[in-house]
């Protein structure tokens, strides 16, 4: 469909449909929108709700009503995010590989349909359109003649190139910049004209094309997609609300994998990207990087406190900060859903700096206690007294400041709302057990004759009244 047909067919009536909404006649009314095409058959349109709050409703609202009933028309809808892209980080990219491109193209419709139906909700779309619909001419090397002129597949494929949108063969540099330089030679009209294209070979004789591959003409999609060199058909999966990117990507492997495996060929396979696979890097990517953060972090406490004991203790803070945020993150899936998303693990690196603030100054408290001739029992005491109201007001503080972005709803709230629950109820449960755990570990050691004194003390005052 061409861009003039495009405009008539659809974009005019998705501009009668969208004008109640810009008037204020049905809700959720419209701010502003906008509707993209573009040669190919392909397009966009974006629109903006006045309330933001109604971005769900609005979202029901263009698939059901303002792109609903075009025929062919295959629509696809994701919200928008603050950083100016779309979707919420649980996109998955199921990829379909196989040298036998029909029957990869059936396999990736019947994928489609199986993935519909193991996961109610998801949105589904392939990145390529599985309709036979552009003309293409397919070129069948003959295997004989070729080794009989001397080249080889690779070779007799690279003149072909040449003939198409040419080869790069190397670079020119004027004085000023590179430039690529690109053989390419004289255009052809048709298919016969290219089977008769002379072509010189290495045997000293000059043949037709033609004789070296047949030439076929043929139907195919409209785009043919390799990645590492194998033909891909790429089939983007949102998961259903609700559903963690996790869980999607269990559900895909535990029950879309194995239905759809036996529909492809035997050298084909399956590979998960997208979100998915930038998750699995990411994840990698930080256990080395909480890893490297814990060791400098105990390397600079041990030398701030002169001893590797005080910077362990301070360290086993991490984990119950830690534990504060999985709770947080449980209890705010109570209420409304959310993933675990790469901000929201964002969270926890900061909650890391964070946890560990109140710690150091119950340790540093003490141990200049005990410096100033204290006993161990007497200076844990001493640096509560003196440090658990400042460590309560730091961390309600921190509490009242990140309530609202977990609170208050509106524009990309639920990029931001993981983050702040995880820091918020990491930082509430590692004060709350910090204050008890934390005394009773720095106690640890205590002479014997401290640890007594204190109730053979007592026992002589009882004694004597």
Known sequence: MNVDAIETEVVRPM??????????????ALKNYYILIWPGGGGGIGVRPLDPSKIDELNRVVNEEITAGFPDLNVFAQQGNLFGGFGDGRN??????SADFDALLATARAAQDVIVEKMPGAQVRSFQDLELSEPELRLVPDDRRISESGWTRAEVATVVRALGDGIWVGEHFDGDRRLDMILRAEGWD?????????????????????????IEPTVTVTGLRRVDGRRTI??????????????????LEAEVDP??????????????????????????????????????????MAALFRSARDSALVLLTVPLASLGGVLGIRLLNLVTPQTLDMLTMVGFIIL???????????????RAAE??????????????????RPIFATSLGQLAGLLPMIIVPGPGAALYRGLATVVAGGMLLNTVLMLVLLPALLRLGEPAAESSAAPAGRALEEGAT
């Open 15 to 28: 501009v009668e449909r969208l004008a109640p909404y810009m008037a204020g006649e049905k809700q959720p």
């Open 92 to 97: 998955i990219e199921v990829r379909l590989q």
């Open 190 to 214: 048709s298919p016969d004209a290219l089977a008769a294209v002379p072509v010189a070979t290495p045997t000293g004789g000059v043949v037709p094309l033609g004789e070296l591959a047949s």
């Open 234 to 251: 790429g089939i983007n999966v949102i998961a259903p609300p609700g559903m963690s990117l996790q869980q999607a990507m269990r559900k």
């Open 259 to 300: 239905a759809i495996r036996p529909l492809l060929p035997p050298d084909g396979g399956i590979r998960y990207a997208g979100d998915a696979g930038s998750l699995e890097t990411a994840l990698a990517d930080m256990r080395a990087n909480i890893a490297l953060a814990l060791f400098v972090l105990f390397l600079l």
């Open 352 to 366: 890391l700096g964070a946890a560990v603030n109140n710690a150091i100054l119950l340790v540093e408290s003490t």
């Open 371 to 388: 410096r100033g001739g204290m006993d161990r029992r007497s200076a844990v005491r001493h640096a509560l007294e003196e440090r658990t």
